[in-house]
């Protein structure tokens, strides 16, 4: 069905990144920080929340459309961007229900985090170019998302690069925040590079670039293999997966809001989304499957270890959003399409609250953010403990959160679709065990026990305003709740997460589904319960006493100083890439372009020397000669006209 | 000798038709040249707005007369061949004053005068200041040059006009050069000197031939397509000496090394014209004759291969070694090497849709590297008798963007252009040449592809070096003074509309230049079957 009320969606914020843009060049710089972060930061925040409106009704309408036969979806075309003969990419917005989720988390957390700002920021001069920042970050990711063919998708998807880079180098006077940007930047584009190929290959083999033709292609094991592959690639760089990942918890240098806006709650999520629309392609290749599988599981792994071991709120949150993230993508790898989208929802939800509750916690502790230097910040921060506390079971998984229902499926899935199996499903339990380490040893660091920063009276940590604290509430209810729209069959409960899905994607059923007390879905259930529930318990008591895991068992020493180095990642990486093609380049400046290339060019010349002195009659340098030379030249060509 | 299909009456009339339209490419630069002799002199200094203004207006008049060719009267006529006239030169040995204009033509033509208009705008310092008469001068020659170059139909008459352009510019550097500038300006006149000689060679060459095998002397272009379907190793000879003679002007790679020594020596307004419209000339000669002349050699025999890997390389070869430039003048003449390679591995791609791409690519191209440049005129001082050399390395500036947030968002939109981000122009082109370049031949475009990352990095570490970081740290305050002009200003926003909207809807920009392409594309199919 059209409806052009689509294009709404795009532009409002769109147009509210303008203003606020322009509002940045007209400031008068003696006005209060206050007045503008309110100004621009109302203006933003009525742009996403009438986005978030409009999506509430493009759903509601989607609900209620009825087809014939075929996938239900809304759809504007906006007309052809570019075409040569036969070859026509025309550009166009299609909304069916996996988008409207996204369209709605997007909207949704994203109004959130624009409220939040505008308290965050009340003390920063640039308030109405973050907003502007902010507003345009958004636009990409609904382009992203909304985007009817594979080409203006790759606008949103680089759109988003730029603004995350923007937005990473927000405060760009510092030297490592410049260098985290221009970090990001590069490895997105390293992915995007795969988005590319992905896209050509796609075109070459099926001649369509529009996700909804998709489905029903028949196309060969091995080509479905490499298109696959490319848009991985692309999704490592996008959802920081290995390779590509260590761009990530670099990147949250910039404002805290930011984070939990592009890098918990929408961006990253985009490789997630560009997975399920390729869902056809997938399905075809097994080996596919596999790598995506495993490449994720090990992300996820390592990074959960790094978590446990990081010192910094954020890093730590980072970690965690990396190793998150992992499981997305194990469960895409295991055919659990529906099950990923889920846990982008509910992980929208408790890692939007918790980056929020960070960067509450920064703004009270004025900019600290090792957590070392924190402790007992309940007293002070009684709104933002009673939230983050929330966002961290649900993080853990602990019965009954949003966090447990997504991630219980997720388990659930690899024991029992035919591409997951004993083993991944072991290493994500393990890494399920870390994540409620990590959580707990985030809260009891930074909330219990006794404030160990400065005292003085100025200094103390304050409760943040309303604009801080009321987004916190509301996050904390979603993800305290939000879970139950998946709860899953055992429960005696409707699905409706997958009921709505189900529309548009293709869910693989999982065996025995609807068989009440099944064993392959209880035991599993019991396991991730158990552990969650013990280790949340068991640790919040080993880290009132120590802050780090191998104070308290000294065996693990090496392995956590190994883990906190960030496994030498990043060294390796500067070490055999970054450091060799800056030095191939100055060897190619040096020595491949001056001595060698420009040296035989003149010397296959060969009359260099004896033309140029010949020539050097003409550099008289005397003004006089060049104008006469002119004219005598166009008069020998004009006099030949009448010969 | 009329060899054209279209009967002789048609001809007539078209001349008639297109002679009002046409004439004034060539007649409004001479006629500022005039003007410019006969108008005083300000007492004796400053030489006032006035030649500005007309030079403006000029241009702004060319603008819109190919405007109107470009979008409304060739497709409206729905032309097959080169709408225009011809007048007796030296018929005896077929050389003709034959000037016409097809959609290829008035797509160049449009670009080249849009660009042209904004480097005066952006200029405009340089023109009202003491010397300005000979800039102005020279520009005139210069769109001359351009506008001749474009609109021949005669290879002789082509050849003076793709020659003419590098007087003014021998001129510019010899007079507002930067200390030792000869080096730089005798490897250029060189250079391009060489590349002539192939040229004006193999234009020769042709005509023996068509006289040796068809009896009569010709320059039209279309005795090229005669000539070539002769024999394959005549054709690979004419292909590989065109190449090369395009190629030096177009600064391709391996051809490219007076480029960074010329502009290391030339004054900003040099450097301007040929990113922008040097640039232009070379690939429009690539465009005219390799995909209507060159199909044969292009396609069936392995130059064409070696000539798309050459342009990959090239792009990746750019992107790096401005990687370790530390002058800003050098590291965009080898951004400017690393686009080039895009536009050679488009033509060799054996895909219309990589051909098209080329046609944005290098339309394109000259926009993106003017606003690209245009960043670094305020940063300049164009008062001093030779700008100072110093305020060209990266490291001088830092920490712009506190002080001057829409100078900022101008330089922060053209990088994005420049690394071709979606959105913008810079992306419409490069897309296209690396999506159709992939559907024919995949090596080639996986090289390109390495240069899409090198590029963007050499182009972000360049902005964050002049617009990121603390503004006060260690500079000296007389250094970080920037000013504009309302010029700029109007520029700059025309600029940015420009990248925006070419970016998010190309197609009626370029669509009129697809005719010739087409008829390429067709041939291509026939031969493939």
Known sequence: MDSQILLAIILLPLMGSFITGTLSFFERTEESPKAKSLRSGLIASMAIGLAFVISLYQFYLLSQTQFVSGPVFLKWNLGEWLAFGPLKFSIGLRLDHINSVMCLIITGVGFLIHLFSIGYMDHDRSASRYFSHLNLFCTAMLILVLGDSFPLIFLGWEGVGVCSYLLIGFWYQEKEKQAAALKAFILNRIGDVGFLIGMFLLYKETGSLEWGNLSGQSLSQSSAFWIGLAFFVACTGKSAQIPLFVWLPDAMSGPTPVSALIHAATMVTAGIYLLLRLQGILLLSPDLMMIIAWVAAVTSLMSATIAVTQNDIKKILAYSTVSQLGFMFVAIGVGAFSTALFHVTTHAFFKALLFLGAGSVIHACHGEQNVLKMGGLKKYLPHTYLTMLVGSLALAGIPLTSGFFSKDEILHSIIALPYGGLSLYLVMTVTAGLTAIYSVRLITLTFLGNYRGPTDAQNLPHESGPWMTIPLYVLAGLALFGGWMGAPHIFHLHHTFNAWIGQSLQILELPELGVHWNVSELIPMLISSIIAVSFFWFFAVVFRKFTQLDQWWKGSKVFIQLASSKYLVDEIYHLIIVRPIYMASKFLARVLDRDVIDRSVDASGGLVSKVGGRLRILHSGDLQDYGAMIVILLGLIASTFFL | ?529
């Open chain 2, 1 to 529: 000798m009329n060899t054209s299909n279209t009967g002789v009456t048609e001809q007539l009339m078209i001349s008639q038709i297109m002679l009002p339209y046409l004439l004034p490419f060539f007649i409004l630069p001479l006629l500022g040249i005039i003007i410019n002799f006969f108008l005083p002199k300000n007492n004796g200094k400053n030489f006032g707005l006035a030649p500005w203004i007309i030079f403006i207006s000029l241009q702004a008049v060319m603008l819109g007369i190919s405007a109107y060719l470009h979008f409304d009267f060739l497709p409206a006529l729905k032309l097959t061949f080169a709408a225009g006239f011809k007048w007796n030169w030296l018929p005896s040995l077929g050389i003709y004053f034959d000037v016409g204009i097809d959609g290829l033509a008035s797509t160049f033509l449009f670009f080249s005068s849009l660009t042209f208009l904004l480097i005066s705008l952006f200029l405009g310092k340089w023109f009202v200041q003491e010397k300005g008469r000979v800039y102005l001068n020279s520009f005139y020659v210069v769109i001359l040059s351009v506008n001749g170059t474009f609109l021949s139909q005669n290879l002789i008459l082509f050849y003076l006009f793709w020659e003419l352009v590098l007087l003014p510019i021998l001129v510019m550097v010899a007079v507002y050069g930067h200390k030792d500038y000869r080096a730089a300006l005798m490897k250029f006149f060189i250079f391009t000197f060489a590349g002539s000689v192939a040229m004006l060679s193999a234009f020769i060459a042709l005509a023996v031939l068509n006289y040796q095998h068809f009896g009569f002397w010709e320059f039209d272009f279309t005795s090229l397509g005669r000539v070539m379907a002769l024999s394959t190793p005549t054709s690979v000879f004419f292909m590989v000496a065109f190449f090369i003679s395009f190629a030096i002007k177009g600064h391709v790679f391996p051809f490219h090394t007076w480029l960074p020594q010329l502009y290391e020596k030339s004054p900003l307004p040099v450097i301007f014209l040929i990113t922008g419209v040097l640039f232009n000339m070379g690939a429009y000669g690539f465009l005219r004759f390799f995909p209507n002349y060159f199909l044969w050699p292009m396609t069936q025999t392995a130059w064409g291969d070696f000539f798309s890997y050459l342009g990959a390389f090239g792009v990746v070869y750019g992107a790096w070694v401005a990687l370790a430039q530390t002058d800003a003048r050098r590291m965009l003449a080898y951004l400017s090497v690393s686009h080039m390679g895009y536009f050679v591995m488009a033509i060799f791609a054996k895909n219309g849709f990589a051909l098209y791409g080329s046609l944005i690519q290098t339309c394109v191209h000259g926009l993106v590297a003017v606003s690209l440049l245009a960043i670094f005129v305020p940063l300049i001082n164009s008062e001093t008798k030779s700008e100072a050399s110093s305020s060209y390395l990266l490291s001088q500036w830092r920490g712009l963007a506190a002080k001057y947030p829409w100078f900022t968002t101008f330089a922060f939109i053209s990088t994005m252009a420049a690394l071709a981000l979606p959105g913008t122009h810079g992306f419409a082109g490069e897309f296209s040449i690396l999506f159709g370049s992939f559907q024919e031949k995949v090596g080639p475009t996986l090289v390109a592809l390495v240069g899409v990352v090198l590029g963007a990095l050499v182009l972000l570490k360049m902005f964050q070096q002049l617009f990121w970081g603390a503004s006060s740290e260690g500079t000296s305050e007389k250094n970080m003074v920037v000013s504009f002009s309302k010029r700029y200003l109007l520029a700059a926003a025309i600029s940015v509309i420009l990248t925006i909207a070419i970016g998010i809807y190309p197609q009626p920009w370029f669509a009129p230049g697809q005719t010739g392409l087409l008829k390429f594309v067709n041939t291509l199919n026939l031969t493939q079957r």
